[in-house]
C-alpha cells in the first residue's frame, strides 16, 4: 500500500495533469523527432531504430513526426499555474534534471567539438580485413552494386513468397533449403495464408561482418524492412515491419559480374531468367547453381521479428544522436589524397557543393509530395524508398511541411574506392521547422515556430567512367536538356541512365546518427 503523502501527491498530479505535461515538455521536449525530407523517421514504428536508404536506411520510416508547445502556447499555460503549482513544477524540474545528469550523462565527452581538433571516434575495424582480402580476389567487387543486388534479391524473393512455397521453389538457385524454409516460415506463423505482396521497401541495410575460411567468402547482413500484403479477393491491405539477418556465400576467387548485370536475378552461368527447378538447376544450361558457386548465395535467412506496425505519420519518438561524436573512417586520410588525384580535383568543394544542392531539394521536393524534380539525384533504390512515403502521406491525406532549411556544417568522414564507384561520406549538420499538417491546414504534430537541429550521415557516389555534365544542375547531365527524368532514372531526351552517377554524384545512402557505424 503507498504511503499517504505518496498518494497525495499522485492525486495532486492527477488533479493537475498540465502540469505533469509541463514538466515532461520541460525536459523531454528538445528530443522529440520529426520527419524531415527522406529520414527522419523511426522505422519500426515506436522505437528509435531508425534508417535512412539505402544503406543504409535512408529515407522515411514509421515513427513520422513528434510535436510540442510552441513558445507563445507554453507562455500562455504557465499563465494560468497558481504560485503553489508553479513552485512544485520548478522543484520537480531541478529533481529531474538532478537525475537526468547523474544517471544519464550525455555521451559526448567533448571529442571532435573544438574546431581544428583531431577527431577521437572512429569507425570500427571489423569489416576491414574481410573488405580488404574479398576486393584483393575480386577487383570487380563494389560494395553499391552488391547493395543494389541485395536489394533486388530480397524484394524479388519476398514478393514471390507472397504468391507461396512453389513459387520460392523457382528461386533455389539463389537459397539453401534452410532458407528457403525460413522465408516461407513467415507465411505459416502468421495464418498459413499466401497473401500477394504489394510493395517492399528496404529502410535499412547494413553489412556487419564479412569473413573466409578456405573455401567460401561469408558476408553476413541486416535488413530492416517493410512489406504491404493484400488479402486475396479483397481490397484489404496490411503493412509489416521486419528485421532479418541473410547470411550470403560465395566461393573463393569467384568474380562479380559487370555492373549492368549486377541487380539481374538471373541464372549466374549462363544469364537466363533466374528460376530453376526443386533441386536448383538451370532448366536452360542444366548446370546446379546453388551454394555460391558462381554467385552469392544466401545460406541462411534468420527472420528476427515481424510484427503489425502500420505507418506511423503523426506520432512522437525521441531523437537520437544528433550530440553524438563524429564517427571518421580510419582510412579518410590517406584515402582524400587517392580520391583527389582520381577525380581529378583540387579540393571537394564541388562535390559538397552537390551534396547541399541535392539536400536542398530533398527538402523541396518533400514537402511538395513530389519527387520528380529529385530523381536525377538519387540512385533507384534509395529513390523508390522515398516515392513510397511520399505515397504513403497522400494515402493518410498529410503534408509534412518543411521550411526555413538551413545547412549548418558538412564534415567529410569517409571515403572509400572500388573498382567502378568513388563513394563519399558527408555528415550533414542542419536545422530546419518541420510539421505535419491534414491536407486541409490543420496541424498534427511538430511545430512551425520552433526550429529542430538534426544530423545524418549521407553516402555519395560517381563512377569512375565519370563524365562531366553538359548541363546545369536542373538539366540533364548528358544532353544538357531541361531535366526530365522518368521513373527509371533515364532523361526522355537522350535516354541516358542519369542516376548511375556516370555524369555526376548522386545521393546513395541516409542514415541516421543513431544508426550509422562507419
Not at 524508398?385 to 493518410?396: A, F, G, N, P, V
Amino acid at each position: 500500500m503507498r504511503s499517504p503523502n505518496v498518494m497525495r501527491k499522485f492525486q495532486f498530479l492527477r488533479a493537475n495533469p498540465l502540469l505533469v505535461y509541463l514538466v515532461v515538455e520541460a525536459l523531454l521536449g528538445a528530443t522529440d523527432a520529426y520527419a524531415r525530407g527522406g529520414g527522419g523517421h523511426s522505422f519500426s514504428g515506436g522505437s528509435s531504430h531508425s534508417y535512412s536508404g539505402g544503406s543504409g536506411y535512408s529515407g522515411g520510416s514509421y515513427s513520422g513526426s513528434g510535436g510540442s508547445l510552441n513558445n507563445i502556447g507554453l507562455f500562455y499555460l504557465l499563465s494560468r499555474l497558481s504560485f503553489i503549482q508553479m513552485l512544485v513544477l520548478v522543484v520537480l524540474i531541478v529533481i529531474g534534471l538532478w537525475v537526468k545528469a547523474k544517471y544519464f550523462p550525455s555521451s559526448d565527452d567533448g571529442s571532435g567539438n573544438d574546431e581544428g581538433a583531431v577527431p577521437a571516434y572512429y569507425s570500427p575495424p571489423e569489416i576491414d580485413g574481410g573488405l580488404s582480402t574479398l576486393m584483393a580476389e575480386d577487383p570487380e567487387f563494389s560494395m553499391p552494386l552488391f547493395r543494389d543486388f541485395c536489394f533486388a534479391l530480397y524484394s524479388t524473393l519476398h514478393h514471390a513468397r507472397g504468391q507461396g512455397e512453389a513459387e520460392v521453389t523457382k528461386y533455389k538457385g539463389y537459397l539453401s533449403d534452410f532458407a528457403c524454409q525460413e522465408l516461407l516460415a513467415i507465411n505459416r506463423n502468421r495464418d498459413g495464408v499466401n497473401h500477394p505482396i504489394i510493395g517492399v521497401v528496404i529502410g535499412s541495410f547494413q553489412v556487419t561482418s564479412i569473413t573466409e575460411d578456405q573455401k567460401q567468402t561469408k558476408v553476413s547482413v541486416s535488413f530492416d524492412a517493410n512489406f504491404t500484403e493484400e488479402t486475396i479477393g479483397t481490397s484489404k491491405q496490411q503493412s509489416f515491419y521486419s528485421r532479418e539477418v541473410w547470411i550470403f556465400v560465395r566461393d573463393r576467387g569467384v568474380r562479380s559480374r559487370k555492373p549492368a548485370l549486377s541487380t539481374q536475378i538471373q541464372c549466374p552461368s549462363c544469364g537466363s531468367p533466374a528460376k530453376s527447378d526443386l533441386h536448383g538447376k538451370c532448366p536452360a544450361c542444366n548446370q546446379l547453381i546453388r551454394s555460391g558457386v558462381y554467385d552469392w548465395f544466401i545460406h541462411e535467412l534468420n527472420v528476427l521479428e515481424i510484427s503489425n506496425r502500420p505507418p506511423l505519420l503523426t506520432s512522437t519518438v525521441a531523437e537520437v544522436g544528433t550530440d553524438f561524436p563524429t564517427i571518421y573512417d580510419r582510412h579518410l586520410p590517406e584515402m582524400q589524397t587517392k580520391a583527389l588525384a582520381e577525380l581529378h580535383l583540387a579540393d571537394f568543394n564541388s562535390m559538397n557543393d552537390r551534396a547541399q544542392q541535392i539536400f536542398y531539394q530533398l527538402q523541396k521536393t518533400w514537402s511538395a509530395r513530389d519527387l520528380n524534380l529529385l530523381r536525377p539525384y538519387e540512385t533507384n533504390s534509395l529513390y523508390e524508398t522515398h516515392l513510397y512515403w511520399i505515397e504513403e502521406y497522400k494515402k493518410q491525406k498529410l503534408v509534412n511541411r518543411l521550411e526555413d532549411v538551413r545547412i549548418e556544417k558538412v564534415e567529410l568522414v569517409k571515403i572509400f574506392i572500388d573498382a567502378h564507384y568513388v563513394s563519399v561520406t558527408l555528415r550533414i549538420f542542419a536545422v530546419l521547422k518541420d510539421w505535419t499538417e491534414t491536407e486541409a491546414g490543420q496541424t498534427v504534430c511538430g511545430s512551425k515556430y520552433n526550429p529542430r537541429e538534426f544530423s545524418e550521415y549521407w553516402t555519395l557516389i560517381r563512377s569512375r567512367s565519370f563524365q562531366a555534365p553538359k548541363g546545369g544542375f536542373n538539366q540533364c547531365p548528358a544532353c544538357g536538356a531541361p531535366s526530365k527524368i522518368n521513373q527509371a532514372g533515364v532523361c526522355e531526351y537522350c535516354h541516358s541512365l542519369v542516376t548511375s552517377g556516370e555524369f555526376d554524384w548522386v545521393l546513395s545512402s541516409i542514415e541516421q546518427d543513431e544508426s550509422y557505424r562507419g
